[in-house]
């Protein structure tokens, strides 16, 4: 959805709910929004978030991680501006319906977990992935995974999905890892399904606007 960070949802640009909620949430010492697009910027700056530089372009194609969106932002922090940090807390601007509680919590839990690498959202899976279906090369429907099919919904193991909404790490761990949100001891925050919309569809985006007009 071309142009969704300065789309208005519900009233306000999408990017404003991650930029307040950072802010309201009082652990992050400082907000930073990356973008490479002057106008996303200057929003960014006028609801409170820092923009000391724009993204290089070559870090907003699609196939570009956040993670390695975040470590281009983390590594021009220390070589433009030499300064560094000790955590990060990753924040997509496509899941408004996280709460600056939902911040605190997952901080608190990564805290609380000195052994971990990582603090990552969850929700539970809505469908097994059991009960699949995936084509074959004729393009006929297959089980995804066989072994599993017959199985009853009390047999089958629970499955969570990342939501996409916060991820804690630890700076010095992020950067040996190469900004690999995947990798290392990662804690769940579990999160309910009303407030883990990820919008990347104008579905979403309607499913966004509805829960959010409810309350």
């Known amino acids: 959805m071309p142009g ?3 789309k208005k949802l519900c009233g306000k640009p999408l990017l404003q709910y991650a930029v307040e909620q950072a ?3 009082g652990v992050c010492g400082t907000v930073c929004v990356s973008t490479d697009n ?4 200057e929003l960014a700056r ?6 000391p530089f724009l993204r290089d ?5 699609d196939h570009i991680s956040a993670g ?14 030499g300064r560094t940090f000790d ?12 709460s600056a509680e939902d911040i605190v919590e997952s901080r608190r839990l990564y805290l609380d977990h000195p052994e971990a690498d990582a603090v990552l959202s969850m929700t539970e899976s809505s469908y097994p992935p059991a009960w699949m279906k995936t084509l074959d090369e004729d393009g006929l429907l297959v089980p995804f995974l066989p072994h599993m099919m017959a199985l009853d919904r009390p047999e089958l193991p629970g499955t969570l999905v990342c939501n996409g909404a916060v991820y804690w790490v630890g ?3 992020f950067m040996e890892v190469d900004g690999d949100d995947d990798t290392g001891k990662i804690v769940p925050y579990m999160m309910p399904p009303e407030r883990s919309v990820d919008i990347d569809t104008p579905f979403d985006w309607m499913i966004a606007e509805l829960l959010l007009a409810d309350g």
């Open 4 to 6: 969704k960070n300065i």
């Open 23 to 25: 802010v309201e949430s």
């Open 38 to 41: 002057e106008d996303i910027a």
């Open 46 to 51: 006028t609801l409170g978030a820092e923009v």
């Open 57 to 61: 372009p070559s870090y907003s194609e």
């Open 68 to 81: 390695a969106v975040a470590l281009e932002m983390l590594s021009r922090f220390e070589s433009e501006l």
């Open 87 to 98: 955590d990060l807390c990753m924040l997509l601007t496509t899941c408004p319906l996280r």
């Open 171 to 173: 700076v010095k761990f």
